[in-house]
């Protein structure tokens, strides 16, 4: 009776553990700063790899480091765009709506 009822415990940890890893790593959010810096350390590393001659691992952090400077200039537009807005609901508009698309900002974020 006992063994039964150590076994049910541990298959109850067991399983909460797994769930609580499985949601943990969900939330992960970086800032542009974060996005940029890692594009450059990125960059580094594959220039360092194509240079000590070993391709595939150049070729592949090159890769990586193409995403990370398009996550890193789609983040820096999606600012520049969200500042605009907030400048002009700021301004007294009814919304930012108006100052967003005759902003500087937004025609660079269109492109």
Do not use: C
């Not at 992960?28 to 220039?47: D, E, K, M």
């Not at 400077?69 to 609901?89: C, F, L, P, T």
């Amino acid at each position: 009776m006992i063994d039964m009822e150590v076994r049910r415990a541990g298959l109850l940890v067991t399983l909460a553990v797994f769930v609580v890893t499985l949601f943990a790593p969900m939330a992960a959010i970086a800032s542009v700063q974060g996005r940029r810096n890692t594009a450059i350390a990125l960059t580094a590393a594959a220039v360092y790899s194509l240079a000590k001659r070993k391709t595939t691992q150049g070729l592949v952090l090159g890769a990586g480091a193409y995403y990370a400077w398009r996550r890193y200039n789609k983040g820096r537009q999606y600012e520049v765009r969200r500042r605009a807005y907030r400048a002009g609901y700021r301004r007294g508009y009814r919304s930012g709506n108006y100052y967003a698309k005759h902003n500087r900002g937004y025609r660079l974020a269109r492109r």
